[in-house]
C-alpha cells in the first residue's frame, strides 16, 4: 500500500527555504501550511510565497489552508500550481461545490477537520474529495503533541472509505514522529505530515525513509 510523507516547512528556516527544500527531495510531497492570523492565531505566508515555493520545489506542493472565507480564497492556490489544496470544513460555506472548483482548475481537493469537528456528516461525500485531513493537534502551530484520541475518528473514515471502495488519502497532521506514525497508520491513515521529525533530525532525508518505512509495516 502506497505510504505518503509530506514533510511541514512550518518546521523548515523560512530564510533558506530553497535549501531547506531540496533536503527533502525524497518526500512525497512538501506541505505548505498557510495561515492568516484569523481563523488560526498565527501568520505564514500567503500566495506570493507559495508561488515562489512551487517554483524552486523539487516535490509537488500539498497545501493546507488554515485561513477563513476559503471559498473566495482557495482557488487562487489550485491557480498557483499546487498538486493539492486542502480549506477547512470550518471555513468553507460550501465544501462540496470548493473542492469541485478545486478540480476544475487541476488540483486535488482535500477538506480538513480540526479535533473537535465531527467526520459522520462528511462520510456520504467522499467522493468529492481526494483527501481528507484529520488534524491531531489543534492547528495553528508546529510542535504541538499528537493527540492520540484522534484514532477512532480516523478509523471510522477510514472503515467508511473501504466499504465505500473510495481512493480518498487520508492525511494526519500534528505531532507525527517516529514514536506516533505507527498508531495513525494502524487506523488508516496513508499520508503523513511531519515538521520537526523531520527538519529537526541531523538528516531530514533519512528521517523521511525512517517514518515511510515504519507507516508502511503498520498500514494493513
Known sequence: MTVRINPSILSADFVNMQADLERIANADFVHVDVMDNHF?????FGPQMVRRIQDVSPVPLDIHLMISDADRTAPEYAEIGAASVTFHAEAAENPIALARR???????????????????????????????????????FGGQSFMADMMPKLAALSAEAKRRGS?????????????????AA????????????VYGAQSPALAIDSLRDLAAAHRH
Open 40 to 44: 488560526v492565531p498565527n501568520l505564514t
Open 102 to 140: 478545486l478540480r476544475e482548475i487541476g488540483s486535488r481537493a482535500g477538506i480538513a477537520l480540526k479535533p473537535g469537528t465531527p467526520i459522520e456528516p462528511y462520510l456520504e461525500h467522499l467522493d468529492e474529495f481526494d483527501q481528507i485531513l484529520i488534524m491531531t493537534v489543534e492547528p495553528g
Open 167 to 183: 481512493n480518498v488519502w487520508l492525511q494526519v497532521d500534528g505531532g507525527i514522529a517516529e514514536a506516533t506514525i505507527a498508531q
Open 186 to 197: 494502524e487506523a488508516g491513515a496513508d499520508t503523513f505530515v511531519a515538521g520537526s521529525a
